[in-house]
């Protein structure tokens, strides 16, 4: 399962993208500030390609999507909340947006973990391109 998050509205408070499963449209999301330098817990990850597992996040509790080797970056997590305050570095999912911020969050999320715990068990590669 290929998905795809496309960075399309940038401000000094968060990033604004649209996340594709397989090339199509799943749903919106919400990323801290791209950045020139890393500033910890407020910068979103480089683009590029990324690897995603599913894994056991002690922060939650639970199995979560985890980008794999993310360099400078450890724990990048996909899962819900609705402000840059919420990211400390993630990405977060959603049905709706307005400035800086993401609406429907958690059932957003659920949906978008449900197909790729189901992807997972099936077996297939989970991966995530960002630009």
């Known amino acids: 399962m290929k998905l795809s998050l496309v960075r ?3 401000t000094a408070e968060s990033t ?9 449209f799943e749903c919106v ?10 500033v910890p817990d407020v910068t979103a990850i480089p683009g590029g390609a990324y690897d ?3 894994t056991q996040s002690p922060k939650f509790g639970r199995l979560m ?9 450890e724990g990048i997590l996909i899962h819900w909340g609705n ?4 990211t400390r570095g993630c990405i977060l999912v959603g049905r709706t ?13 659920n949906a978008l973990f449900a197909n790729l715990q189901e992807a997972s068990g099936r077996g297939e590669r989970l991966s995530i391109a960002i630009t």
């Open 97 to 109: 947006s307005s400035k800086n911020f993401i609406g429907s969050s958690k059932v957003t999320f």
């Open 16 to 24: 604004i993208g649209e996340l594709a499963v397989d090339g199509t």
């Open 52 to 54: 995603l597992v599913i």
């Open 65 to 73: 999507p985890r980008l794999e080797n993310v360099k400078g970056f």
């Open 83 to 86: 402000t840059a305050v919420d």
């Open 29 to 38: 999301t919400l990323e801290d500030p791209v950045r020139d330098r890393k």
């Open 8 to 10: 399309k509205i940038f």
